[in-house]
């Protein structure tokens, strides 16, 4: 990468087991873009790099480089460059991981970079493509980013063999959204299941997007075992004890608000009552507000009684 389009500071600073790469880099445009990048090793040959749109794990290697997650734009020339450093390979495989698309990144540029980019198909069409016949136009948000969507979908499953690594994309019961994955690097014991573990506060159950709470739940419950890496959609990476805690923070909600429903409160009524309150100050701070959430879960709960 020319001095053009990224500067990245070599200067190396470790907390806690991280690297932090100060970065500024060029946007596919003319303004000049900001994102400050940590990278995390789990082995030799897998990282989880932190963006402003969130984690991303690659599996680097001989091979070439695999990344799953949902990178910046802002930060794609600086990734690839550190995956350079550790590889000879062209190769870059990048499965991008379902978001609103409002704030979706598209392929974050990885496409004018020569990769193969996919996205699971629920999740590439409401961004215009996986059609049948002539795709839809890019949306502004892409196009003012100056990026591109995937052009490659998958249905169920996604797997790779490479550098050493068993990684399987498997799709799940709609929890956020019926776009839901979960990625197991097999070697590493690593998961990522996207934004039905956001790290940042509370899930989104994303009804328009298919999204249920008995899916997310389901979801969860897989990996709660200490012995998983576990890289929410953004944050630090953690463990499956942290995924068992936020389950059991999502059912005593849920049956909090489940009861309030039986005796006949009002969606008004629960909410006055703050069935989230002793969860706030850890899981209240996200992009999902304390308010939506217990909003989401009422009116799933309702929708199964009024049957």
């Avoid at 598209?106 to 999740?123: H, S, T």
């Avoid at 003012?144 to 690594?165: Q, T, Y």
């Avoid at 299941?193 to 940042?200: A, C, K, Q, S, T």
């Avoid at 509370?202 to 999204?211: E, L, M, S, V």
Wanted: hydrophobic residues 40%.
């Amino acid at each position: 990468m020319g001095s053009r389009t990224s500067h990245l500071d070599r200067s190396r600073v470790f907390r806690q087991g991280t690297l932090v790469l100060a970065v500024v880099v060029a946007s596919f445009g003319t303004a000049m873009a900001r994102d400050t990048v940590g990278m995390t090793e789990i082995t030799s040959t897998v990282i989880v790099f932190s963006t402003t749109a969130g984690n991303v794990i690659a599996c680097v290697g001989t091979d070439g480089a695999l990344l799953v997650g949902t990178p910046s734009a802002a930060s794609t020339s600086d990734i690839n460059a550190a995956l350079s450093e550790r590889t000879k390979s062209a190769l870059r495989y990048v499965v991008i991981a379902p978001e609103d698309p409002p704030i979706s990144e598209g392929d974050a540029g990885w496409g004018r970079l020569g990769a193969f980019v996919a996205m699971q198909e629920n999740e590439l069409r409401r961004l215009g493509g996986s059609r049948m016949g002539v795709a839809q136009s890019l949306s502004p948000q892409l196009i003012k980013l100056g990026v591109d969507r995937p052009h490659i979908a998958f249905s169920e499953v996604l797997s790779f063999d490479l550098n050493g690594e068993t990684i399987h994309i498997v799709r799940q019961t709609p929890g956020y959204s019926d776009s839901d994955t979960i990625t197991h690097f097999h070697v590493a014991t690593l998961v990522y299941l996207g934004e039905v573990f956001p790290g940042d506060g509370y899930p989104r159950i994303d009804r328009a997007q298919g999204g249920t709470l008995d899916g997310l739940l389901k979801t969860l419950a897989g990996w709660t075992d200490a012995k998983f890496h576990v890289v929410p959609a953004r944050g630090e990476v953690t463990n499956g004890e942290s995924v068992k805690t936020f389950r059991d923070m999502i059912t005593t909600v849920r049956d909090r608000i489940g009861r309030m429903i039986k005796e006949g409160k009002t969606e008004e009524q629960i909410a006055a009552q703050q069935p989230t309150k002793d969860f706030d100050s850890r899981w209240g701070h996200g992009r999902v507000a304390p308010e939506v959430f217990v909003a989401e879960i009422y009116r799933e709960l309702a929708s199964k009684s009024a049957l």
